[in-house]
Nanobody, 123 residues
């Protein structure tokens, strides 16, 4: 059974840090690009970051460049999103998703999705 399970969300103060994890099972993670997406209350879901299946190339939304870092450990079938200098506008449900053989993680082509983890940035 294919599964993506996000964890690591929670409540953090502005300026704080969190690391999200996306654990994959039921498929070979190394063959998939993994994207992190988020949906803020009342807003559409947006792509935050992506790491490609080959060479581990990364990309980031302009709003998180320099603050977020995506990484993958194929041996552990896990992808991480390290989030530093968090802002209230980073609040939302964060989802990971997988795209076979991909590199840029367009939302419409992602094959598998997790159920999300809530991140709340507030004082």
């Amino acid at each position: 059974q294919v599964q993506l399970v996000e964890s690591g969300g929670g409540l953090v103060q502005p300026g704080g840090s969190l690391t999200l994890s996306c654990a994959a099972s039921g498929f070979r993670l190394a063959s998939y690009a993994i994207g992190w997406f988020r949906q803020a209350p009342g807003k559409e879901r947006e792509r935050v970051s992506c790491i490609s299946s080959n060479y581990g190339r990364t990309n980031y939304a302009d709003s998180v460049k320099g603050r977020f870092t995506i990484s993958r450990d194929n041996a552990k079938s896990t992808v991480y999103l390290r989030m530093n200098s968090l802002k209230p506008e980073d609040t939302g449900v964060y989802y990971c998703a997988a795209d076979w053989g991909g590199s840029s993680c367009p939302e419409r082509v992602m094959d598998y999705w997790g159920k999300g983890t809530l991140v709340t940035v507030s004082s």
